[in-house]
């Protein structure tokens, strides 16, 4: 009988594979879209959202968005939708603005490694003697865990950034611009829980990336693209 409840339960509650968050909302507008005063950046990114939605919808991939209308969430938020579906991957979008408003191309940030590769030395050298203090003092226990909770979260950074370069490289093939696949040390990354990375779609601050993210067909275009490269990587 339990068995069965349990089948059931996942036919009607099937896993998420994607969390996909919108950036922005409500009060929080982003970057400003070039010759529009009635357009913002959380306009945009809710647009692109229900286009990759769509997109996935065809293949069959479950996919939960964090906002579905104009409306301000939290970072913690945003992630701890993440943390409580535990999903295959958790993926922020947006898109960009820069300094002298002349840029182009596409951005993806995955969450910090380097600075935590002497937590996988250390936990590696001293995992004997770490376990040994954790069944001995109650403050080894929260040093072991400490060092289990930075080792695990190592293994997230790495499999971000495994994904964040695949994703790059297959849009790269696919002729996009790609200015920078690199590490980001944004809130919304390091507290998912999950593979993470942070997708800049386009800058939208100077006419020609404007123009070109406003086009509907470039946009839908770009959201099927995303949705083909995330295959095998993401879902």
Sequence with gaps: MLL????LNSMISPKIDIV???GHGGTNLGAKIYGRKDLHEKDLTLKFAFLIEKAMKKKAINLRLTRRKDKYLTLMQRTQIAREI?????ISLHFNASALHNKQGIEIYFPPVLASES???EYKHNKMRLNLVKNKFSSGKILADTYLHQYKRLGKANLSRNLAR???WRLLAKKYKINNIQQGNYDVLLNSG???VLFEGGFIDNVKGAKKVMDSEYLKQLADDFTNSLQGICY
């Design 4 to 7: 069965l409840y349990m089948i």
């Design 20 to 22: 996909m968050d919108p």
């Design 86 to 90: 535990k999903p295959q991957c958790f």
């Design 119 to 121: 937590v996988e030395s």
């Design 166 to 168: 695949k994703l790059g």
């Design 194 to 196: 999950v593979r993470a």
